[in-house]
């Protein structure tokens, strides 16, 4: 399984932006009944979870980007969706998505740059 995240950019303080994450290569079986993530790595820090989705659609997130932060699942497409609104400086961070439990390698990343 390869995972590609897209849709970071540079965005100013207040402004919205959607990452994708897509599952190649994934198996209906490997996708569908797990729990998937959003985390974030800052430079020098641990990755972090910041937004969770079960396979029933139960969504939980990081108290750092509660209300601003949406995730979402197409299991037909193997594709995680992260939302992102109000960005705030501090959410720089290059993003990625996997399973939380069973983790695959991690993908690339897509860098997400909040300034003004």
């Known amino acids: 399984v390869q995972l590609v995240e897209s849709g970071g950019g540079l965005v100013q303080p207040g402004e919205s932006l959607g990452l994708t994450c897509k599952a190649s290569r994934a198996i209906t079986s490997s996708f569908s009944p797990y729990t998937m993530a959003w985390y974030r790595r800052v430079p020098g820090k641990e990755r972090e979870s910041i937004a969770t989705i079960t396979n029933r659609g139960v969504t939980d997130y990081a108290d750092s980007v509660k209300g601003r932060f949406t995730i979402s699942r197409d299991n037909n497409r193997k594709t995680v969706y992260l939302h992102m609104s109000n960005l705030k400086p501090e959410d720089t961070a290059v993003y990625y998505c996997?399973?939380?439990?069973?983790?695959?390698?991690w993908g690339q990343g897509t860098q997400v740059t909040v300034s003004s």
């Open positions: 996997n399973r939380v439990e069973d983790i695959w390698d």
